[in-house]
T-cell receptor, first 112, second 110 residues
Framework: RKEVEQDPGPFNVPEGATVAFNCTYS??????FFWYRQDCRKEPKLLMS???SGNEDGRFTAQLNRASQYISLLIRDSKLSDSATYLC?????????????FGQGTTLQVKP | EAQVTQNPRYLITVTGKKLTVTCSQN?????MSWYRQDPGLGLRQIYY???????DKGDVPEGYKVSRKEKRNFPLILESPSPNQTSLYFC?????????FGPGTRLTVL
């Protein structure tokens, strides 16, 4: 079993749609959680951290369910510029000693 | 501008010809790492370094070497490249788990 499981997609949605991605992780020792965004052939960039209480950043909402070991990302009012691959990233340890485990990513295509 | 740079960005080489991919960061980060990204396998960590002269193996270290003689530089060395090392390579530096990635090096080994 992979340590991080994501539906690779692609998710094809129209502009303005709301879309949600889920991710499950197997290591219950994971302490920190992140979503990274990767545009085609480019480097991944941090989109947002995921807190236990859930957190929101504009149109993006991240949720963590430790009991079920899954993380979600909700994107509201999708824009063409949201088209990218979204990587779910749990981390073992904390601070600078943390090891990030990258999921394979979920691809989103937002259509006009 | 805070950044991680890698060179070269693209490289085509032949089996067995030693090569080095350089990585440099200007953010004074202690933690640096190398990843490779392959279709269907995602990003996998090759080596990481928690500080100068401190390096350790990641998940897929075979066939690679690294060194960390200065805080800002973390080169990746392939002593004898093989075709299965054809991949997209990313260097990253981090502080408190946020990783800043370089632009990537696309390596093809023939």
């Amino acid at each position: 079993r992979k340590e991080v499981e994501q539906d690779p997609g692609p998710f094809n949605v129209p502009e303005g749609a709301t879309v949600a991605f889920n991710c499950t992780y197997s290591n219950s020792a994971s302490q920190s959680f992140f979503w990274y965004r990767q545009d085609c052939r480019k480097e991944p960039k941090l989109l947002m951290s995921v807190y236990s209480s859930g957190n929101e950043d504009g149109r993006f909402t991240a949720q963590l369910n430790r009991a079920s070991q899954y993380i979600s990302l909700l994107i509201r009012d999708s824009k063409l510029s949201d088209s990218a691959t979204y990587l779910c990233v749990p981390a073992h340890g904390s601070g600078n000693t943390g090891k990030l485990i990258f999921g394979q990513g979920t691809t989103l295509q937002v259509k006009p | 501008e805070a950044q991680v740079t890698q060179n070269p960005r693209y490289l085509i080489t032949v089996t067995g010809k030693k090569l080095t991919v350089t990585c440099s960061q200007n953010m004074n980060h202690e933690y640096m790492s190398w990843y490779r990204q392959d279709p269907g396998l995602g990003l996998r960590q090759i080596y990481y370094s928690m500080n100068v002269e401190v390096t350790d193996k990641g998940d897929v270290p075979e066939g690679y070497k690294v060194s960390r003689k200065e805080k800002r530089n973390f080169p990746l060395i392939l002593e004898s490249p093989s075709p299965n090392q054809t991949s997209l390579y990313f260097c990253a530096s981090s502080r408190y788990n946020e990783q800043f990635f370089g632009p990537g090096t696309r390596l093809t080994v023939l």
